[in-house]
Structure formats: structure tokens, C-alpha cells
């Protein structure tokens, strides 16, 4: 997470094989827009969404933690600083990127569970996966993990 106007970058406590890319990538800032889903094309196999609220970028991988859902056709509600994705109806905080709901996990716990395994029942910790990048020169610059300098 970076903000506007700093160069503090954003750097992952691991490598995740899914942030290597072909080359390293850089974003014109004129191009992202303020509190939209906004989508770039990195290469065949993966887009990076930017979210921005006015004062801090989030660079997040299309990839749904759930089950690999396409996060570029989710669905960003302003307000409530909620990012849903569309296969299963899981709402992650656009603040601190974790899930914050399944809408349908009271439904199948009812339905699947016994009222035993109910109260033992633990939420899953799904977060979803950001991109390192850096801003700097009016560009946000993903970085590639395998290439670039952390």
C-alpha cells in the first residue's frame, strides 16, 4: 500500500508464484481513477486491480482467494469499502483486503451442519492477495518478483 504522494512501496512478507510476469509493468497514475474498480492487463494470465480512495493505492491480484473467481467483474460499493466477488458473494474489506463476509455461510451451516459442528465452525481467513509495487515518477510500478528488486 503506498500513498499518493510518497514513495513508500508496498512489499510482500512472502513470494507468491502468481506475482511473476513476464516483464515488470508500470501504470500512468492520470489512469486510475478515484473509488472504481479499476483493471490493467498485465499479461496473459493476469490482471492487477488498483484500488484508490483519495489518499492510498492497493494493488490486488484478479484472483479471488475463495475459489479463483475473476475479481475484475466484482462488485465495489464505495460506502461500505466493500469489494464482492460475483461466483460466490464474498465480501473482502477494501481497507484491510480480508474477508469480512459469506453471505451464504449461515444458510449452509443450518443446512449442512449439526448444531454441534455449528458452534465449532471457524470462518475461513481469506485475504485478498496484493501486488508489490512502488509509486514513483506519476507511475505505479508492479513489481516482478522474480526481476525486480524488492
Known sequence: MASKNSNQDYQPKAVFHMYT??????IAISDVKKDFLNVFDIDEELKAI????????KVI????PHMGA???EAKLCNKSKILQCRWHGYKYGTSD?????NPNEKLWQKAFLSPV???KYKTPKYK??????KVENEFIHLLNLKTDEV
Open 128 to 133: 485478498l492477495k496484493q501486488i508489490p509495487f
Open 117 to 119: 459442528d455449528q458452534e
Open 70 to 72: 475473476d475479481l475484475s
Open 21 to 26: 510476469f513476464k516483464s515488470s509493468h508500470k
Open 50 to 57: 488498483i484500488l484508490y480512495d483519495g489518499e492510498e493505492y
Open 61 to 64: 491480484s484478479d484472483l479471488c
Open 97 to 101: 483486503l480480508s474477508l469480512h463476509e
